[in-house]
Structure formats: C-alpha cells, structure tokens
C-alpha cells in the first residue's frame, strides 16, 4: 500500500507517517502541491492524504489536477480551517473522508487503510459550485466538527434525518444546512411548528384538505407536505405531536404518498424529511406518547446538537459572529475585550445559542462604547441571573395595586377608553406569558386561560400577538 501525504507540519506528518507505517503502508512525504503533482505523474499511490493550506496553496482547490492524473485515487483531507465550508467543499471534491484537526490518529490510519482497499470501487462525487459564504452554523469545536461531519454525510442523499438537541441550540439551522448544501437547495424549505398546531387542524396543516372536509373548509388547502415538494420539510418539535398525527405521518413515509383531508386521491411525495425535537423520545415512548414505529422512521440519520456549555470553546466565536450581525442590522458596531469574551465563556447559558444571541444584541443596544469590557458585561449579566431565579407565583394584591397606579399615571388612557386600555395592558403580558408557557400552542393556551379558543385568536390579532414567536426551536 503506497500513501502519498501531503502536509506541511513536520510533527503531524511524522505521527501520520508512523501510524500508516504500523499498519503497514510505505509513506511518501511531501509539504508543496509542486511535490505532490510531480510525483503523481512519476508513480500511482494507493491513497492520498493532504492537508488543505499549504506553502504553495489550497490542497482543496487544486484537486481537479490530482484527479486529471488519477482519476481513481482515494483522497483523505485533513484540515486545521474547522468549518462547515470546509467540510462541504472537502465532500464536495468526492473524498473518501475528511478529518478535521485535531484528528484521532488511529481513526485516520484505519481509514486510509480502508480507502485504499476501496480504491477504484466507487465513483467520486461531482465537483459543484457551493455557495461559501453565509452558512448558518458557526463553531470549532470538537463537538460542532462531529455536527459538521454529520451534514456532510447527508448531502447528497434524502435520507431522513433527525436532529436532537435542548431549546436554543440552532436545530433549525441544521435542518436549513442540510437544505441549503443539498440536492434540494432549488426547492423550496418549508418550516412546520408541530407544537403550535392545534390538534384538530394538524393533519390539514400538513397534508391539506379538501373543499368542503370540514366545517370552515371552503375551499381546497394545499398543506406543507405539497408546499415542500422538490424541497425540504423540516417538522420541529415533532415529539409533540398529536398521536393521530403520528400516525398519518408514519403512513405517509411508509407509502410515499399522502391524501388531503376529505379527498380521494393519493399524490406522490417528492420531499426530503427532516424532523427536531428537544425531547428524549425513548421516554416518550415508553409513557405511549409517540410512536415506536415513527421513531424508527425519523431516526435514520440522528444528528445530536451540542449544548452551549459542551462547547464553551465556540462562545467567544459566536459573540464575535453575532456582533457583527448585530452590525449588519442597524445596530452599533461593537467588540469585546478579550476580558469580557472569557466573562462570556465562563457563563452557563442554559438557553444556548440563543439566550447568547439575544444577550449580544442586547449588550450592542446598550454598550455606550464600541469596545465592551468587563464592567458593561456583568450588569447585564446579573439582569439576566435576576430574572431566572426571580419567583414564579403571583404578584400580590399590592404589587397590582401598585402597577396599575403606576400605569395611569404614565398611559394616562383618554376619558371613557380606561377600561378598554387597561384591558389591553394586562392582556398582552398575560398572554405572551401563556403562550410562552404552551410553546405558541393557542388550544393549550385558552385551556389554561379558561376562554374559547376563538375568543383567545381574535384578541391576539387584535393586539398584534403572534403565537409562532413563542413557539420553541
């Protein structure tokens, strides 16, 4: 077996050289792509191993001339630049593997081995113009490189794939990943609360109706599986669908057909799935809440998103990448001090990826300078441990008393619109707080509330209440 390896740092060639050695191949060492092209045309090697940045350039982009001269040699990337574009443009050359550094040595000699066994048994993925820029997942940690690898993975597939992770995570990001550097990316991707649906009107939401199926049917509704077609249909929070929605759901992905509600006909899906849920669905299926057979279905390709505090390496990453967002958007252009972006990382942040954005968006509004230190983080810091610890149970009679004094004096609501006016102001952070409990679901929350469902939806129009931003990614 005859490696070329194709690396610039003489300690990590040497570990890579040995390890290949023990599992005996003869290892030809080089650190230029010059080297590296003039010994393809010399001899044939069984495998290729190269590092991406080099002295003379990019081992990635000038893979079209290794493949001109050995069209059938395996390729094992390795790469310092841990991203997702990395990955992608490494997947998309048709390498056997891509390992991001650091590496586990004993994995990457197992798999060249194995490549060059494979060599010439399989035929090289088409080199496609990826778009680079923009990618929706940043981060370099070891945790988030297995998340990238698992992306890569199912790129040029449709297999369905389900993406497990808390609340705040970036799950949808995934799912838009996927999407976005895959086979569909022409297609349209379509999002589904599963959550925030009723019960009686999900099957409809998602597989449409027909003219007359039910009371208020009137007319045809194409739903979100037929939207999705040629595209992706991402169903998020799918542990907490309904049971009979499970149900049309597994038939639909068994058959690869669905029906709309009342009609007759069955109509071909052409949609690639993939499902989230911030649930652990085994024990959901032990209580008989989901479907053992569903979850067989969805569990095809499992990407587990790491929490935040699993990867404290990628926070002062993110804090850099949200500032500039928050640039991008109108607000200030701001930094932080390293002391501050270590304050950062040394935070629990129990809402994730999320609770950090918000908190980075919040902390640019009221920066009074472009550089953030220390002294401007830990203010708002204790605002937010404040607010996670403060008491869940009911004001009493004379903080009410007290906040509705304090509401007149600064509504100052006109004569005869007092009670209309007070109404709407202590509706709308009563309902936001509901809807916030119930994940955006309104049957739940006019159940809680103790009002008719109908009732709940006409006042949330009425004061311009979206229940999809309080439902849970």
């Not at 070329?4 to 390890?19: G, K, Q, R």
């Not at 759901?249 to 068994?254: G, K």
């Not at 629990?348 to 509004?365: D, S």
């Not at 202590?426 to 049957?443: D, M, Y």
Request: glycine share 8%.
């Amino acid at each position: 077996m005859e490696v070329l390896l194709v690396e610039d740092d003489p300690s990590i060639a040497l570990v890579i050289d040995a390890a290949l050695v023990a599992e005996g191949a003869n290892v030809t060492h080089v650190e230029t792509l010059a080297e590296r092209d003039r010994l393809l045309q010399q001899q044939r090697f069984s495998a290729l191993v190269t590092d991406v940045m080099l002295p003379d350039g990019d081992g990635i982009e000038t893979l079209g001339v290794v493949r001109t001269l050995c069209p059938e040699m395996p390729i094992v990337i390795l790469s310092a630049q841990n991203t997702l574009d990395t990955a992608v443009r490494a997947t998309d050359t048709g390498a056997f593997e891509y390992f991001p550094k650091p590496f586990d040595i004993d994995e990457l000699a197992r798999t060249v081995c194995q490549a060059a066994g494979n060599a010439g048994g399989g035929d090289a993925l088409e080199d496609e113009d990826i778009v680079e820029d923009g990618l929706p997942l940043v981060g370099r940690s070891p945790a988030m490189q297995s998340v990238f690898r698992m992306i890569t993975r199912v790129l040029r597939n449709d297999l369905t794939v389900l993406i497990l992770g808390e609340s705040g995570t970036g799950k949808e990001l995934v799912a838009e990943a996927i999407h976005q550097l895959g086979n569909r990316r022409a297609g349209p991707f379509i999002a589904v609360n599963t959550a925030a649906i009723p019960a009686e009107l999900i099957e409809s939401e998602l597989f449409g109706h027909e003219k007359g199926a039910f009371t208020g049917a009137v007319a045809r509704h194409v739903g979100k599986f037929e939207q999705a077609a040629g595209g992706t249909l991402f169903l998020d929070e799918i542990g907490d669908m309904p049971m009979q929605a499970q149900t049309r759901l597994l038939r639909a992905l068994q058959s690869g057909t669905i029906r709309r509600v009342g009609g007759q006909e069955d109509i071909r899906l052409d949609v690639r799935i993939v499902a989230a849920t911030n649930k652990s669905l085994e024990p959901e299926i032990a209580a008989g809440r989901f479907r053992e057979d569903l979850f067989y279905r969805l569990n095809v390709v499992p990407i587990h998103m790491p929490p935040l505090r699993e990867r404290r390496d990628d926070i002062e990453v993110l804090a850099r990448h949200f500032l500039q967002q928050a640039a991008s958007e109108g607000l200030p252009r701001r930094q932080l001090t390293p002391a501050a972006s270590r304050l950062l990382g040394e935070q629990a942040w129990p809402g994730n990826v999320r609770e950090l954005k918000n908190f980075i968006y919040r902390l640019t509004l009221l920066a009074r300078e472009d550089m953030i230190d220390v002294e401007v983080v830990v203010p708002l810091l204790r605002q937010a441990a404040s607010a996670e610890t403060a008491p869940e149970g009911d004001p009493d009679r004379s903080d009410i008393e007290a906040a509705i004094v304090q509401w007149l004096e600064s509504a100052q609501p006109a004569s005869g619109t007092i009670y209309a006016s007070a109404l709407a102001a202590l509706e709308r952070p009563l309902f936001a707080s509901i809807l916030r409990q119930t994940a955006g679901n309104q049957l739940r929350a006019a159940q809680a509330l103790g009002i008719n469902r109908n009732t709940l939806r006409k006042r949330l129009s009425e004061l311009a209440l979206d229940p999809e931003e309080f439902a849970r990614r």
